[in-house]
């Protein structure tokens, strides 16, 4: 084995298949996306199971697209899915296919089908079709054209490819078991007549293979081994195996597994096409939804992403996995290698009257405490500063450690920092404090041994950098937005799910940031520098905050807080 991981039911079907001589002892996986949306974090596990089990057996993984529907294909999905997968640091080299690739031979192991007398050219109508199938608890019924003959459904069949029908009038079916307690197994459809060009094959072809019967081949072909899907499939196994078995080709193993369901939060492609579609979200991309482009624009890692899988497991049984879980790991990644910055969100002055005005000292600020190889950066420090606005009451509770009049607290590499005063505007509200500070303190310690309760991060106001902070919360504001069929999941939909702060002020040093960067604004959350920042403006977008901040909101039974009153903060 080139790699090893942990066990799981998969693996151990696999380690039986490698000692009974099964395959050779070949282990050849496959990640199949059907080009017709986004990849989302539910698809993330599956991409990891696939193509991880591969490596950890030393056999290969294919990307194949599963294009057999060109009414809902497009080439934007096939390049996203494409950059997602090298984004998440997976390989597949030269094995990159399509089904589409194979419409010749699925098109011949039909007819070999029809020949041997297990398939037919149905011409009833889908809605007949549909009624024929039955209920759960009743049998389907014959269709009145299952018995034609060979010679015909060989002609009607060639009719369907050339034009003959309009789409809607024909269909092949595979002839199976109408009375089957698998409902996929009462003669499921093989074949539909799409009037749409494909993107690859343009008008070659009206007809296109069902998934269903386009996968098991498609899998055949390539050499797969382990066919590993999601537990919806389970019921069509028999299928897979049905249509493998009667066209006497080389026979891969389906196994299925739990698909990952994240709570707040949902993985229907279908609906996720209706947020984008409706306008509920800025995009595929944007950073409050679950595809893996979204969280990469939020600022969530490969890595991170990649050890929520492995921590998730490999299970039968179906549940939702906390939100906070994936959360954690961001966490964790970030905290190894974000650089620490300071930031001011919600700012208020503060004068620090006793010191020189024109004075700018250099101080020494440490970009990871978490790794020392990161060193070290000069942060200006002046006169007038900005903190944050909580960092201050005016009356403050037993509790409240932070600035207030009389008190001293700690400022971040700087000073001791004493309010003596405070500024309000004509409404009452407090635009200014005054203070002193200590010169014997610099870089955060007294000579007298004296402490302080708090230490607070801060800018230079000389210095300071406008930007702008984009804060996301969950989209979703039920733990299942989709557990109730007769409400529509965009009733759950959080109106405050991003707060947008202009101006927030940073400190001199991000500059320079580049698209894509993450920091660690401290004391508040982590950020990364979005992809609609310019030279004369950034964009920040918050990864996930410092703490679980929803798991603390749910215990105190109230909603999350607003990031400070501010005129500039807008929710969108």
């Not at 799409?194 to 998934?211: S, V």
């Not at 897979?240 to 492609?269: C, G, V």
């Not at 409400?487 to 405050?496: A, E, K, L, S």
Request: aromatic share 10%.
């Amino acid at each position: 084995m080139a790699v090893e991981k942990s066990k799981n039911f998969i693996t151990d079907i696999i380690d039986a298949h490698n000692e009974s001589g099964r395959f050779d002892g070949r282990v050849h996986t496959r990640f199949p996306p059907e080009p017709n949306g986004y990849l989302h974090i539910g698809h993330a596990k599956s991409i990891c199971l696939n193509f991880g089990i591969a490596e950890q057996y030393g056999g290969l993984c294919n990307l194949r697209f599963d294009d057999t529907n060109p009414a809902k294909e497009e080439q934007e999905y096939i390049d996203a899915i494409i950059e997602d997968l090298r984004w998440l640091g997976f390989k597949w080299h030269d094995r990159v296919y399509f089904a589409s690739d194979y419409f010749d031979e699925l098109y011949e192991m039909a007819v070999e089908l029809i020949q041997i007398g297990r398939a037919y050219v149905d011409e009833l109508s889908p809605d007949q079709i549909r009624e024929y199938r039955g209920t759960l608890s009743q049998p389907g019924i014959d269709s009145p054209y299952r018995d034609r003959p060979v010679v015909e459904n060989l002609a009607l069949f060639e009719k369907m490819r050339d034009g003959g029908f309009n789409e809607g009038e024909a269909v092949l079916r595979a002839k199976i078991d109408m009375s089957s307690g698998n409902i996929n197994m009462r003669d499921p459809v093989m074949y539909r007549i799409l009037d749409a060009a494909h993107p690859r094959t343009g008008d070659k072809w009206r007809i296109y293979p069902m998934y269903d019967f386009a996968h098991g081949q498609s899998d055949s072909i390539e050499g797969i081994t382990h066919s590993i899907c999601t537990l919806e499939y389970e019921d069509h196994r028999p299928l897979y195996d049905w249509y493998l078995d009667n066209i006497e080709i080389f026979h891969p193993q389906q196994i299925e597994f739990a698909r990952l369901n994240l709570s707040h939060t949902i993985m229907s492609k279908r609906k996720l096409i209706r947020l984008v579609r409706e306008g509920c979200v800025r995009g595929w991309d944007d950073p409050r939804m679950p595809t893996i482009s979204g969280l990469r624009r939020r600022g969530y890692t490969p890595e991170a992403i990649r050890e929520f899988c492995e921590d998730v497991g490999v299970g039968k049984v179906k549940g939702v996995v906390a939100l906070h879980k994936l959360e954690y790991h961001i966490r964790q990644d970030l905290n190894r290698r974000a650089q620490r910055v300071m930031a001011v969100l919600n700012p208020l002055k503060v004068v620090i009257e006793n010191y020189p005005a024109d004075l700018v000292e250099e101080l020494e600020a440490i970009n990871n405490p978490e790794d020392e190889s990161a060193g070290t950066r000069p942060v200006p420090f002046s006169k007038v500063i900005y903190i944050e606005r909580d960092d201050f009451m005016e009356d403050p509770p037993r509790r409240f450690f932070r600035l207030a009049p009389g008190r001293e607290v700690r400022l971040r590499y700087a000073y001791f920092i004493t309010c003596t005063d405070v500024i309000k505007d004509e409404t009452g509200e407090v635009i200014e404090l005054r203070c002193r500070y200590d010169p014997a303190t610099r870089g955060g310690s007294a000579p007298d041994g004296r402490r302080v309760k708090a230490t607070l991060h801060w800018v230079s106001a000389r210095h300071a950098v406008e930007a702008e902070a984009r804060l996301y919360e969950n989209l979703f504001t039920v733990e299942r937005p989709e557990a109730d069929a007769e409400v529509d999941f965009t009733n759950f939909i959080n109106p405050n799910s991003l707060t947008v702060i202009d101006p927030i002020y940073v400190e001199p040093s991000l500059a320079g940031a580049q698209v894509g960067e993450r920091y660690q604004f401290e004391r508040l959350a982590y950020f990364v520098v979005d992809e609609d920042s310019t030279a004369e403006k950034l964009v920040f977008n918050r990864t996930v905050t410092l703490r679980d901040q929803w798991r603390k909101v749910r215990k105190q039974g109230r909603k999350p807080g607003k990031p400070g009153r501010r005129k500039t903060a807008r929710t969108v």
